[in-house]
């Protein structure tokens, strides 16, 4: 086994303020950034606030930035950073610090509340539907989300306007929007709930302008944009301006309301 001494610059501080450290530190054949962050934390600043569970990439808890990236700590190899590299890590930009690498993902949360859930037809009985592979076909990709957080944190739309976080969900819960839209039984039409309409006036999707920079960062390679975003902008848009389209839901949509 190989080993070297690697510098690293990490942030710290709180809400008030804060800025980078400087370490020279032990790295060995295999380690990830996150076994660098406990390295530290181990041998040389043990108050150094850091957040994780699973060191598996998958309880989203280690997000943060290295190198100005959005990435998880767990999942990101020492081996993808050449030996001589000064490697940065930073906490979250788009949301509050609450100490060092550690922030404030409550938007995240309150967002998600914002996002009706799920309405099962008022007909169906409990077991008398069974789902079947090609009704998740195209939503099924959504449910790998971990809930890092790297997409929102990563979206310019509030990572550099933190005006616009009251209107705009962010991809991860457009996105969820997308896929209840999606679900061949939610019946949110037959109480009224438009979610293609509440996507565009109360979830913002209109602040997303299809950068794909959200899809770029996200640890399970959901295609948030392609899959999700611009679907729901679509079919959003088919609404609002072709009549037929309108006056098909307006069809469909009966039977139920009787
Ligand atoms: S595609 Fe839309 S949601 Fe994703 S990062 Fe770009 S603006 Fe944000
Ligand atoms: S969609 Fe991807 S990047 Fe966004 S929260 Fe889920 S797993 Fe993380
Ligand atoms: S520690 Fe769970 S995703 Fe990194």
Not at 2 to 19: L, N, P, Q
Not at 53 to 64: D, E, H, P, Q, Y
Not at 93 to 99: G, K, L, M
Not at 151 to 165: G, I
Request: hydrophobic share 35%; net charge negative.
């Amino acid at each position: 086994m190989s080993s070297y001494e690697a510098a690293f610059k990490v942030w710290r501080g709180d809400i008030k303020g804060g800025g980078l450290e400087d370490f020279k530190i032990e790295v060995n054949d295999g380690e990830v950034v996150l076994d660098i962050i406990h390295r530290i934390q181990a041998t040389q600043a043990p108050d150094l606030a850091v957040r994780w569970n699973c060191k598996a990439g998958k309880c989203g808890s280690c997000s943060a930035e290295i190198n100005g990236r959005p990435r998880l700590m767990c999942m990101t190899r020492m081996s993808v950073f050449t030996r001589d590299e000064t490697i940065t890590v930073t906490p979250l930009r788009a949301f509050p610090v609450i100490r060092d690498l550690v922030t404030d993902v409550g938007f995240n949360y309150q967002k998600a509340r914002e996002v009706p859930s799920f309405v099962p037809p008022a007909d169906l009985g409990p077991g008398e539907y069974r789902m079947f592979q090609e009704d998740v076909d195209r939503s099924q990709e959504f449910r790998k989300c971990i809930e890092c957080f790297l997409c929102q944190d990563t979206c310019h739309v509030v990572r550099d306007h933190e005006e616009n976080k009251t209107a705009f969900a962010g991809p991860r819960f457009l996105m969820r929007v997308a896929e209840l839209d999606m679900h061949p039984l939610d019946a949110a039409e037959s109480t009224g709930l438009d979610r293609k309409a509440t996507a565009q006036e109360e979830h913002g999707l209109g602040y997303c302008n299809i950068t794909k920079c959200c899809s770029e960062v996200c640890p399970e390679g959901i295609h948030i944009t392609d899959n999700a975003l611009i679907p729901l902008k679509e079919r959003a848009v088919d609404r609002k301006y072709d009549p037929l389209v309108w006056l098909g839901s307006k069809i469909r949509r009966r039977p139920t309301e009787g």
